[in-house]
């Protein structure tokens, strides 16, 4: 069976430090990847995604960056955070020509 | 660009009611429309999937409609239960080579008491 897995779950960074959040696939191969952020008092909106290694589509400027290194791995970064990139963000997977999606446990990102 | 707005924002009701989500889109031009269940703190479990060519679906005490020409879905759920209580999403999917790019909701928030 598939499974999706996101690390950390929580974490507090101050304001201008670096940022790398992974997201794992398993039990499947050449996945759809997506990275969702759910700020506060606002719906989930999708950032990147990914329909093959090394190919990233940014959905909204940011300052964040995603990439993916290994088929079932994707990761989003941050040079220097700001206090607007606090927030849940939802790693998620499907198949090409797929309905169904998936969504990791998510992690929580206080910046201070 | 898809909007997709759900009311109401947030709901309570007393555990074996019977009760209704609603979900508008702005683009009628969708792929398929998809609602999820989120618990605090957690990721989003999906509950229906809807083809833009169906007009419901159904599993157990969930029923999910469709009308894409007036641009809404309803999640229907039958004999509300306290374990129901969570936020329910809608979301919007385009299609094309990633279905997985969605347009959500705020979501409704539900509460159900004993």
């Known amino acids: 069976s598939q499974t999706i897995h996101q690390w950390p779950a929580t974490l507090v960074q101050p304001v201008g430090s670096p940022l790398s959040l992974e997201c794992t696939v398993e039990?499947?191969?050449?996945?759809?990847l997506y990275w969702y952020r759910q700020a506060a008092g606002r719906g989930l909106q999708l950032l990147f995604y990914?329909?093959?290694?090394?190919?990233i589509s940014s959905e909204v400027p940011q300052n964040l960056s995603a990439s993916r290194p290994q088929d079932r791995q994707f990761i989003l970064s941050s040079k220097k955070l700001l206090l607007s990139d606090s927030g849940f963000y939802l790693c998620a997977w499907d198949r090409s020509g797929g309905n169904t999606i998936y969504f990791g446990e998510g992690s929580w990102l206080t910046v201070v | 660009k898809q909007e997709v707005t759900q009311i109401p924002a947030a709901l309570s009701v007393p555990e074996g009611e019977n009760l209704v989500l609603n979900c508008s889109f702005t683009d009628s031009a969708i792929y398929n429309l998809q609602w999820f269940r989120q618990d605090p703190g957690k990721g989003l479990t999906s509950l229906l999937l809807i083809q833009s060519s169906q007009r419901e679906q159904t599993s157990g005490r969930l029923n999910a409609s469709l009308d894409k020409s007036s641009g809404r879905s309803t999640l229907y759920i039958a004999a509300s239960q306290p374990g129901d209580s969570a936020t329910y999403l809608c979301?919007?999917?385009?299609?094309?080579?990633?279905?997985?790019?969605?347009?959500f909701g705020q979501g409704t928030i539900l509460t159900v008491h004993p």
């Open positions: 979301a919007a999917s385009a299609g094309g080579t990633s279905y997985g790019k969605l347009t």
């Open positions: 990914s329909v093959g290694i090394g190919q």
């Open positions: 039990g499947t191969s050449n996945p759809n």
